[in-house]
Nanobody
Framework: QGQPVASGGGDVQAGGSLRLSCTAS????????VGWFRQAPEKDREFVAA???????HFADFVKGRFNITRDNKRRAVESDMNNLKPEDAAFYSC???????????????WGQGTQVTVSS
């Protein structure tokens, strides 16, 4: 079963872009929604974006218009382009799979290890 694996974080200047990727095994990917969450130092974890099995997308207000999220069910992969990054976007980003209501409620069933995003002003 394993856990989702996130990649693609890094350092970028404000206004720049990064692409995050998330892959998972069949058991924890097929049929599930996939979500991105982030947590900055001394702050609570927050929901960022989610994509349902059939492709419907959901975003937190603070990333609408800047982030997107897509999935390839054959490759069991989700990608998210983060554009026009701001210093306040700097955080540890994790991907997870679960039911949509769980994810939008800032929770999930299968958590993966995340990736760090740093945005310099």
């Amino acid at each position: 079963q394993g856990q989702p694996v996130a990649s693609g974080g890094g350092d970028v200047q404000a206004g720049g872009s990064l692409r995050l990727s998330c892959t998972a095994s069949k058991e924890i990917f097929d049929g599930y929604s996939v979500g991105w969450f982030r947590q900055a130092p001394e702050k609570d974890r927050e929901f960022v974006a989610a994509i349902q099995w059939h492709g419907a997308t959901h975003f937190a207000d603070f990333v609408k218009g800047r982030f997107n999220i897509t999935r390839d069910n054959k490759r069991r992969a989700v990608e998210s382009d983060m554009n026009n990054l701001k210093p306040e976007d700097a955080a540890f980003y994790s991907c997870a799979t679960g039911l949509l209501d769980e994810i939008k409620g800032n929770n999930a069933r299968h958590w993966g290890q995340g990736t760090q995003v740093t945005v310099s002003s």
